[in-house]
């Protein structure tokens, strides 16, 4: 949609933005002043109709969306534009954190990663630091991150071993109760002890994080130096994502006029080709255009390499496109409660990615030249369309079946799957039983997930925090994601997800995310 | 021994509630006491039309779709002990087959089985959790028809041989959960096991026949009550 004065004036109007939510706002809607990335007719109009969507990423992106900086070569070698030496010990490397940090672009405004924090700290956390000194010396780096960068998007990662440093952050987490940042845990199959697992779990319980992710399907995936970012998109270290657009399957089966293998044979390819397009011009005008690859110092310095970034293909509604399939056939099943939906589920999913794998991109040699396939957490915006390949709120069927159904999925989204599972109080007593949860998910081939506990004071929207408590405090929260999180809460009714749910999230025109 | 069939009422590919971890469940149809606050009454006759003949080859093609999700199965009831050569067949089987000898094995019991009946199950199960309704034998027999001499035989047997995972006390307010009550059931238990894992069950009405049907429920705060006395009484491992 392009500017108009008035979007500006209310903009500047508007009273629950911060200045710094107002700004962000206002740039979008000066990059909005320009034409789009150009494209073909067919592409425009399948964009018009919302079947391949932007994500309202921007009509000039002049930054890539997700970006991964090497934070480690930085503390070791210093950087020449930040004028910092190599950090020395923990304090200058706290130091160097934040600096940096606030230097990182991304999509949001704000870093959408943080580096994998345990391992970034541990070469600086020596004998001579007692636990009270790491304590309090990361309880103020912990509330520099979320009250600097308060977006729900800021994401770090643990490593697989537990530490001391490690420990402390989910202390600290279930102390301060903060939004930011998102945690990932990498979890190993050997590797995390369940003494580990069991402290993530009851950190779970209080605040919702960390997100658990399977550290062996991702090393397989993307290599040893990767992270999970933002709302869980997993990419390359020292690259990241150029663009996310998504496609619409729910549009994509009402768009087409025949029958479930014309489908398959036409229509499909198709709309994968257009997606392609749009992502093409998008990246062009980044790479080409805006010359961010050339001017940003975080390349200059070799902190990103164009080498490691590729680009995301997204999809999402797959719940709808199944039912909808179904029904064409005269068939009643839908979607997580009948084997034959959940074939026909996989059959879309196994066609897409062989599409996307045989699809050309320029400038994403970060995956031999061919996209990451994401499976796509949904925006506040969405209605009547279910995000990713999860099954719709409120119908998850009982949790084995859920994660039986959602489980074959998974292998196929490099860049990250996010299904999120709701539970009730019970879990509290037996931490031990999420632990066996979690290991079997991720024994049986799943990717990422994340819980919820419906007594704590955090929901996840799509797949970032949002308090229940700061939702009842609109107009005025502090985080920027907050209003995206009322969006979502309001158009998809997250909040009344029978115990064990799902649902997810990104970006908005609204608030120029 | 495949061939052995047995009553199942119900079971749950994962349960959080019966024993460590995430396990499947089995509830075994028929139950020796007749409990007033039984939340499952259709359990407890030896026949019902809702309960179906499993071999124990149905048992385990659930067990194969729960795992890897799982790390044990519990058999549950009714009252899984009365199924006890159903059961001596099922967990060896389990525990001889290298595609489950992973899993634990649990028993959920009312204690109500005689010395015999442990010694055939106990080489082949890892853990019981074990019911006391209450210590007192005459109210044992008010709220179950049975005297509790054997189930409190079986406590100290299991106890003794390192096979009771945690005693239950399924507490109902006014009926087992004075202070008073509450300070000798510890004061027993504990003078078996010091370190004795113990677990409150409050009862609820749901389910219920008549006249526990009517009976109160604890309310947060006599939930909270009970939860101090027996801390207080020394009880170390309270769930």
């Keep these: 949609m392009r500017t108009r004065p008035e979007d500006v004036l209310a903009a500047i109007r508007e009273p629950k933005y911060s200045y710094r939510q107002k700004v962000q706002v206002l740039a979008g809607l000066a990059e909005n002043l320009l034409d789009e990335p150009e494209i073909g007719p067919a592409a425009k109009a399948a964009l018009d109709a919302r079947i391949i969507c932007d994500m309202y990423e921007g009509h000039a992106p002049y930054r890539a969306r997700y970006i991964l900086p090497d934070y480690a070569l930085a503390l070791r070698n210093g950087s020449a534009h930040l004028e910092l030496p190599p950090a020395a010990d923990l304090d200058e490397a706290l130091a160097f954190l934040l600096i940096m940090y606030s230097a990182t672009p991304s999509i949001t405004g704000f870093p959408v990663y943080f580096g994998d924090l345990d391992t ?155 997606m392609g397009e749009l992502m093409t011009a998008r990246i062009r005008v980044i790479v080409e255009q805006s010359h961010f690859f050339d001017a940003s110092w975080l390349a200059q310095e070799g902190l990103v390499r164009l080498d490691r970034f590729s680009a995301m293909f997204g999809i999402f509604g797959l719940a709808e496109a199944v039912n909808l399939l179904m029904e064409r056939q005269g068939r009643s099943g839908t979607y997580g409660h009948d084997e034959e939906a959940d074939a026909l589920s996989y059959r879309i999913t196994s066609s897409i990615a062989h599409l996307v794998s045989e699809l050309p991109l320029p400038y994403c040699e970060g995956n031999s030249g061919r996209a990451f396939l994401h499976s796509q957490s949904g925006i506040d915006l969405d209605l009547d369309v279910t995000a990713g390949t999860r099954i719709p709120i409120g119908s998850e069927p009982p949790l084995l079946q859920h994660l039986r159904t959602v489980g074959p999925h998974h292998r196929l989204f490099a860049s990250g799957v996010s299904d999120i599972l709701h539970f009730d109080d019970m879990a509290v007593g037996n931490p031990e039983a999420i632990v066996d949860v979690i290991r079997g998910a991720f024994a049986s081939g799943m990717r990422d997930f994340t819980f919820n506990l419906n007594s704590n004071d955090f929901i996840r929207i799509t ?34 997800r029978a115990p064990k749910r799902v649902v997810s999230h990104e970006s908005s025109p609204v608030a120029g995310h | 021994m495949s061939h052995r069939l047995s009553l199942v009422t119900d079971f749950l590919p994962f349960t959080w509630v019966d024993g460590p971890g995430n396990r499947l469940v089995l509830f075994f149809q028929g139950c020796n006491f007749d409990c007033k606050a039984c939340h499952n009454p259709h359990t407890i006759p030896l026949e019902s039309v809702q309960a179906k003949r499993w071999s124990i080859d149905d048992v385990l093609e659930r067990v194969r779709a729960s795992m890897p999700f799982i790390r044990g199965i519990t058999a549950s009831g009714g009252e899984a002990t009365l199924q006890w050569e159903f059961l001596v067949a099922l967990f060896g089987r389990i525990k ?9 094995t649990f028993i959920d019991s009312n204690g109500h089985a005689e010395r015999a009946v442990w010694d055939a199950l106990l080489p082949v199960t890892d853990g019981v959790m074990l019911d006391l309704k209450v210590l007192d034998d005459a109210q044992h027999r008010q709220l179950t028809g049975h005297g509790n001499a054997r189930s409190r035989d079986s406590i100290r047997y299991l106890a003794a ?23 000798t059931t510890a004061a027993w238990l504990l003078a078996i096991d010091p370190l004795m894992r113990v677990k409150i069950n409050h009862f609820h009405a749901h389910g219920t026949r008549s006249p526990a049907s009517a009976w109160a429920e604890a309310d947060a705060m006599r939930r909270e009550r009970n939860r101090a006395v027996l801390l207080d009484a020394g009880v170390q491992y309270l769930c």
């Design chain 2, 161 to 183: 041989v390192g096979k009771l995972y945690e005693t239950r006390l399924m507490l109902v307010p006014g009926l087992n959960d004075s202070d008073e009550q509450l300070r």
């Design chain 1, 120 to 274: 970034l700290l541990l070469p600086y956390v020596d004998d001579a630091i007692d636990d009270e000194t790491l304590h309090r010396k990361l309880r103020l780096f912990w509330i520099s991150l979320d009250r600097m960068f308060p977006d729900a998007f800021a994401h770090t990662n643990l490593s697989p071993t537990y530490n001391r440093v490690a420990r402390t952050i989910l202390q600290l987490e279930r102390e301060l109760l903060q939004v930011v940042p998102n945690i990932s845990l990498k979890v190993h199959p050997t590797l995390t002890s369940d003494e580990y697992l069991l402290d993530a779990v009851q950190t779970v319980f209080a605040n919702g994080k960390p997100h658990f992710i399977n550290d062996e399907l991702m090393q397989h995936d993307l290599g040893e130096r990767y992270a999970a970012v933002s709302c869980y998109n997993s990419l390359k270290i020292g690259g990241g994502s150029h663009t996310l657009s998504r496609l619409n399957l729910k549009q994509s089966v009402l768009a087409h006029v025949g029958d479930v293998d014309s489908w398959f044979a036409t229509t499909l390819p198709v709309h994968v080709s257009l």
């Design chain 2, 96 to 104: 001889a087959d290298p595609e489950f000898s992973h899993l634990s």
């Design chain 1, 463 to 496: 797949g970032y925090m949002v308090r229940k408590s700061d939702l009842a405090k609109l107009p005025a929260a502090r985080h920027s994601s907050t209003y995206l999180g009322a969006g979502s809460v309001e158009n998809s009714h997250v909040t009344e």
